[in-house]
């Protein structure tokens, strides 16, 4: 169900058809291994005036900002949040370094990311290529 999902772009009505559950069944299967969303933000810091010191903490649209990361669950609590980078961090660096500090996600579980981090067992992004629409995974 959830390759279609993903790889093919099925809703939840196909879904349901081609498996012969009901809605319920294929939402509570879809979403019991997912634990929430992990997403970057960056926020707009003033860091001392060396020139040298503020270049690294300039983002790729050249603004002073601190790159923040967020994991939170479907009801929007925040479960992890990881701050302190240089706006010239990559959100992929600031999720590594976070797992290298302790950061776990349990076995046979994962986040939905965004196509700026990389896509492995734990972590699940886009699938290139395709388009998503919000309305194809509303019940």
């Not at 926020?43 to 001392?48: A, N």
């Not at 046979?108 to 734990?122: E, M, P, S």
Request: glycine share 8%; net charge neutral.
């Amino acid at each position: 169900m959830f390759l279609q999902l993903v790889a093919q772009g099925a809703t939840i009505r196909k879904l349901c058809l081609d498996f012969q559950h009901s809605e319920e069944t294929v939402s509570r299967s879809l979403r019991e291994d997912a634990l929430g969303a992990i997403d970057g933000t960056h926020i707009p810091v003033f860091p001392d005036s060396h020139e040298t010191f503020k270049e690294r903490w300039k983002n790729r649209k050249g603004n002073v900002t601190q790159n923040v990361m967020a994991a939170v669950d479907f009801n929007g609590n925040f479960l992890t949040v990881v701050f302190g980078w240089e706006g010239s961090a990559h959100d992929a660096l600031v999720l590594r370094r976070a797992i290298d500090d302790g950061f776990t996600v349990p076995e046979g579980r994962y986040y939905l990311v965004d196509g700026g981090y990389a896509n492995t067992h734990q972590f699940l992004s886009p699938y290139r290529g395709k388009t998503y629409h919000l309305a194809q995974f509303r019940q």
